[in-house]
Nanobody, 125 residues
């Protein structure tokens, strides 16, 4: 069983920056793809970014590409999401996720095997 612990988030004005982090428990967590999803009120959950186990490949929702950066630490058990040039439409609960299948599950199927508890990101206009 993998547990994901998120931190970060909060309230920021449009154009500002926030950083999220997520640490996965378990020695094998570094073997799997990780990513971030978000869900805004009244909307379906959508994937935001994903990174493979090697950290060599990253994928982004088109609307955040160039503004958000996903990365993971050397040990591979912590994933980060640096969010710059935030917009009010980025307001959502952000969830960390881990997929044993790989980034394709996150990016294409928008599914994951384990989820964090979620952290609120609010961008004011």
């Amino acid at each position: 069983q993998v547990q994901l612990a998120e931190s970060g988030g909060g309230l920021v004005q449009a154009g500002g920056s926030l950083s999220l982090s997520c640490t996965a428990s378990g020695r094998t967590s570094s073997m799997y793809a990780m990513g971030w999803f978000r869900q805004a009120p009244g909307k379906e959950r959508e994937y935001v970014a994903a990174i493979d186990a090697s950290a060599n490949n990253a994928y982004y929702l088109p609307s955040v590409r160039g503004r958000f950066t996903i990365s993971r630490n050397h040990a591979g058990n912590t994933v980060y999401l640096q969010m710059n040039s935030l917009k009010p439409e980025d307001t959502a609960v952000y969830y960390c996720a881990l997929s044993k299948v790989g980034t394709k599950a996150i990016v294409v199927s928008e599914t994951a095997d384990f989820w964090g508890q979620g952290t609120q990101v609010t961008v004011s206009s």
